[in-house]
């Protein structure tokens, strides 16, 4: 929390993208995004397969190299510093990838390790985590026995168990049962309260439009539109329309610029 | 156009998938638009080979007639027997993950076609992938022979090939079934991997024992059985007939053929039956059983440690990749069996066997490890995720890949410092060098890949496995000549190094590698 209070007093943003460019063999696949996440702010990157939504944030969290642009985290330069700035970051992917000969809690043991957190605190926490998430009854059970869902719950523990600044969640509810999903949407608005930064992709615009502070909407790998939900509809110009309007309708224009 | 549904149209849909794979298939490390498809490789490897090396031995034995003598029709047997293991091999593997590799599997048996159709599909295509290998190793042969050198029955091997496949199939299912009904699901991909280890090897070393236990002095292991050929007119009635079916005789080779087809037939109705139940047994097995481990935490440990504690838990937690690993050591055996024959009883060279048989072994043991630990990384997002630079994480693989072959090593030099001192030293110093390189070239030359492609892990990579063998050898001729007292032993010592150091690759370079895979 130091470093957080210490990026807060410089005035630095938990996540500024700018001009951000990945191109694939000629094929721009994320296309000059600029994005910025605010303190305590929940933001749901929205858009159809293969906007790249996922690709942006791989390249936040480290895992994919920008052909051009620039990413901030709390105001650290992630290219030049990814050590520091994946400090900060927590990455949770679309598919669980999970060890299956390790138990969860040997799990969150390792993860724990990679970002240094002190003994009694990752005790703690994961023992808070594996229990908000009801996987304590599981913790000695190898993480090949578990369901998908338990999977995703093990991965989320694992992504938090850090306590990062910044969380990035690639569809963080696919294959969770309706109490377990109604929990991590809790638990990601507690975190949004408590000053801790979320961005999260996903394709149920349901959870956007209950859980997020603002939206961004993204096709063709630029970002199309971003704000509120009343802004949204404003720009749509669809009135009290759903968020499933105002999307259809956004990402069907050309460009907005 | 095939009936939908029908084996000739499931045929069909399996030839697409296959071919397309294949074509797919591009030499690891390399940007993937510049690479030429596999296939293509290996028509350019196979037609070199027919004119360089078949159409010489064609016009060679143009006006040679070709007849079935006792000698010839031993050494066929042998080879088709030989052939049969290790086409016996590789069916078994197959046949026992058509049962578990779940692919389109769940599609296809959840549709109204009939399971015994499906099993058909499957079991022709697992004939077609052994036969295909040998195919393509008698074709520069066989083909030149019939065309230039005017012995166009020889062709009959090619079908002699594919009934042997054929039946190899059918033995690798009953194998597969038998296991399955007696040890059930759960094991059996295990000990089918070890039977199938076993049965690759099993010819060798099943020819190496006239060698070890007839000991004469005069004459070196196998003259006294040809000279008992020799003598003779003919071999026993059923053991001529491959012989003769190879070298075109109409009726054995309609035999061979005929009894082929009838066994696959046969034992792919059998299988057919029940396919269905099976798979659904297989699909269960590895997520059915609760595997309970330690309940309380032990959080604090440095990177290091973590990663060490994480890669030796994996290893020793998956008892089919341990015995996938030792097998892959298994097959030196015969290797060293062929050395210790050949040297026979001079107890002057066995110091020098022993210092180089230890460094090959550590060799081969870490190349395995470092292979799971690097290149099969289960989470790598999560790696490089972390605010950690990927430097420490290989420190730690690295250290588990040595770990496992200096604890099998190193005891067995101890034990052996008991004989020769001299042999023991030099031996466990070359263990720990061939690990070490081992390592290194597994680490340089990384492909990333999954723990479950180990068994195809030597295809995958087969760059680096080259290389990591060329090294473990030279370090093991190092070694074993350095023992012996012969002053050539820097020879393969520069050999070692140099590979090394073409082998070598820059931190960048090899998380670029990581990254482009």
Not at chain 1, 226 to 233: C, K, M, S, V, Y
Not at chain 2, 176 to 191: D, Q, W
Not at chain 2, 450 to 472: F, I, P, Q
């Given at each position: 929390m130091d470093q957080l209070a210490d990026s807060r007093q410089r005035g630095a943003q938990p996540l500024e993208l700018r001009g951000l460019t990945k191109v694939y063999v000629e094929h721009p696949v994320v296309h000059d995004l600029d994005l910025t996440i605010r303190p305590g702010e929940l933001y749901a990157l929205l858009g159809p397969n293969g906007a790249g939504k996922t690709t942006t944030m791989r390249m936040v969290a480290g895992l994919l190299e920008p052909t051009e642009g620039a990413i901030r985290v709390f105001g650290v330069d992630a290219r030049a510093e990814p050590q520091r700035a994946k400090q900060m970051i927590a990455w949770l992917p679309d598919e669980p990838l999970l060890y299956d000969k390790l138990t969860v809690l040997e799990y969150l043991e390792f993860v724990a390790?990679?970002?240094?957190?002190?003994?009694?605190?990752?005790?703690?926490?994961?023992?808070?985590?594996?229990?908000?998430?009801?996987?304590?009854?599981?913790?000695?059970?190898?993480?090949?026995?578990?369901?998908?869902?338990?999977?995703?719950?093990?991965?989320?523990?694992?992504?938090?168990?850090?306590?990062?600044?910044?969380?990035?969640?690639?569809?963080?509810?696919?294959?969770?049962?309706?109490?377990?999903?109604?929990?991590?949407?809790?638990?990601?608005?507690?975190?949004?309260?408590?000053?801790?930064?979320?961005?999260?992709?996903?394709?149920?615009?349901?959870?956007?439009?209950?859980?997020?502070?603002?939206?961004?909407?993204?096709?063709?790998?630029?970002?199309?539109?971003?704000?509120?939900?009343?802004?949204?509809?404003?720009?749509?110009?669809?009135?009290?329309?759903?968020?499933?309007?105002?999307?259809?309708?956004?990402?069907?224009?050309?460009?907005?610029? | 156009?095939?009936?939908?549904?029908?084996?000739?149209?499931?045929?069909?849909?399996?030839?697409?998938?296959?071919?397309?794979?294949?074509?797919?298939?591009?030499?690891?490390?390399?940007?993937?638009?510049?690479?030429?498809?596999?296939?293509?490789?290996?028509?350019?490897?196979?037609?070199?080979?027919?004119?360089?090396?078949?159409?010489?031995?064609?016009?060679?034995?143009?006006?040679?007639?070709?007849?079935?003598?006792?000698?010839?029709?031993?050494?066929?047997?042998?080879?088709?027997?030989?052939?049969?293991?290790?086409?016996?091999?590789?069916?078994?593997?197959?046949?026992?993950?058509?049962?578990?590799?779940?692919?389109?599997?769940?599609?296809?048996?959840?549709?109204?076609?009939?399971p015994?159709?499906?099993?058909?599909?499957?079991?022709?295509?697992?004939?077609?992938?052994?036969?295909?290998?040998?195919?393509?190793?008698?074709?520069?042969?066989?083909?030149?022979?019939?065309?230039v050198g005017g012995h166009p029955n020889v062709l009959a091997v090619l079908v002699v090939i594919g009934a042997l496949a054929l039946i190899a199939t059918a033995v690798g299912l009953v194998i597969?079934?038998?296991?399955?009904?007696?040890?059930?699901?759960?094991?059996?991909?295990?000990?089918a991997q070890v039977i199938a280890a076993v049965a690759g090897a099993a010819f060798v070393l099943a020819a190496q024992i006239p060698g070890l236990i007839i000991r004469d002095e005069d004459n070196p292991p196998g003259v006294g059985m040809f000279s008992w050929l020799l003598d003779r007119d003919s071999l026993p009635g059923p053991a001529m007939w491959p012989a003769e079916a190879v070298l075109g005789a109409p009726l054995p080779l309609l035999g061979v053929s005929a009894f082929a087809v009838a066994v696959f037939a046969l034992i792919a109705a059998?299988?057919?039956?029940?396919?269905?139940?099976?798979?659904?047994?297989?699909?269960?097995?590895?997520?059915?059983?609760?595997?309970?481990?330690?309940?309380?935490?032990?959080?604090?440990?440095?990177?290091?440690?973590?990663?060490?504690?994480?890669?030796?838990?994996?290893?020793?937690?998956?008892?089919?990749?341990?015995?996938?690993?030792?097998?892959?050591?298994?097959?030196?055996?015969?290797l060293a069996l062929i050395i210790l024959t050949d040297t026979g009883d001079s107890a002057d060279f066995m110091p020098a066997l022993v210092a180089g048989a230890a460094s090959l072994l550590a060799g081969q043991l870490a190349g395995s490890v470092a292979w799971i630990a690097i290149s099969a990384e289960d989470a790598p997002q999560l790696l490089a995720s972390a605010p950690v630079k990927m430097r420490a994480f290989w420190r730690a693989k690295l250290a588990a890949s040595l770990i496992v072959p200096i604890v099998l090593v190193l005891p067995l030099m101890v034990a052996f410092a008991f004989v020769d001192v001299t042999g023991a030293a030099v031996g466990a110093l070359a263990a720990v060098a061939s690990a070490w390189s081992a390592?290194?070239?597994?680490?340089?030359?990384?492909?990333?890949?999954?723990?479950?492609?180990?068994?195809?892990?030597?295809?995958?990579?087969?760059?680096?496995?080259?290389?990591?063998?060329?090294?473990?050898?030279a370090i093991a001729a190092t070694a074993g000549m350095a023992v012996a007292g012969l002053g050539a032993a820097w020879i393969p010592a520069v050999v070692a190094v140099s590979v090394l150091v073409l082998a070598r690759r820059s931190e960048d370079a090899i998380l670029e590698r990581m990254s482009a895979a």
């Open positions: 390790a990679l970002w240094s957190v002190p003994p009694d605190l990752a005790a703690e926490r994961a023992e808070d985590l594996l229990k908000g998430l009801e996987l304590w009854d599981n913790r000695g059970d190898r993480c090949e026995t578990f369901s998908r869902g338990m999977k995703q719950k093990a991965v989320l523990a694992g992504a938090l168990i850090h306590d990062p600044q910044l969380t990035l969640l690639d569809e963080p509810l696919t294959g969770l049962d309706a109490s377990i999903a109604r929990h991590v949407k809790d638990m990601l608005q507690e975190r949004a309260r408590a000053g801790y930064s979320v961005i999260l992709t996903t394709h149920i615009l349901e959870v956007a439009e209950r859980l997020a502070d603002r939206i961004g909407i993204i096709a063709n790998g630029k970002l199309m539109a971003e704000g509120t939900l009343d802004e949204l509809r404003d720009r749509a110009g669809a009135g009290q329309s759903s968020l499933e309007d105002v999307f259809l309708q956004l990402v069907s224009e050309p460009s907005i610029p | 156009m095939a009936q939908p549904g029908s084996i000739l149209w499931f045929l069909q849909h399996e030839i697409r998938v296959t071919w397309r794979t294949w074509m797919q298939r591009r030499p690891a490390g390399k940007k993937r638009r510049r690479n030429v498809p596999a296939p293509l490789i290996a028509v350019a490897v196979i037609l070199a080979a027919t004119l360089f090396v078949g159409v010489p031995i064609a016009l060679e034995l143009r006006d040679v007639e070709i007849a079935a003598t006792p000698v010839l029709a031993f050494l066929i047997d042998a080879g088709l027997v030989l052939i049969f293991t290790l086409m016996l091999s590789q069916t078994l593997v197959m046949a026992v993950d058509a049962f578990y590799d779940r692919g389109d599997l769940d599609l296809l048996l959840s549709s109204p076609v009939p015994r159709r499906i099993l058909t599909v499957r079991a022709l295509a697992m004939a077609v992938n052994p036969a295909l290998l040998f195919w393509a190793i008698s074709a520069p042969i066989a083909l030149p022979m019939a065309i597969a079934i038998s296991l399955f009904s007696s040890i059930g699901p759960r094991r059996t991909r295990t000990v059998w299988v057919g039956r029940r396919f269905a139940s099976d798979a659904a047994a297989a699909s269960g097995a590895d997520t059915a059983r609760r595997r309970r481990g330690r309940e309380d935490a032990r959080f604090g440990g440095s990177i290091f440690r973590a990663t060490l504690a994480k890669e030796m838990r994996m290893l020793f937690r998956d008892p089919g990749l341990i015995s996938q690993v030792l097998l892959r050591v298994f097959y030196l055996v015969p390592t290194m070239i597994n680490l340089w030359l990384q492909k990333p890949s999954k723990r479950s492609d180990y068994r195809r892990s030597w295809a995958s990579t087969l760059g680096a496995n080259l290389l990591e063998l060329l090294t473990s050898m």
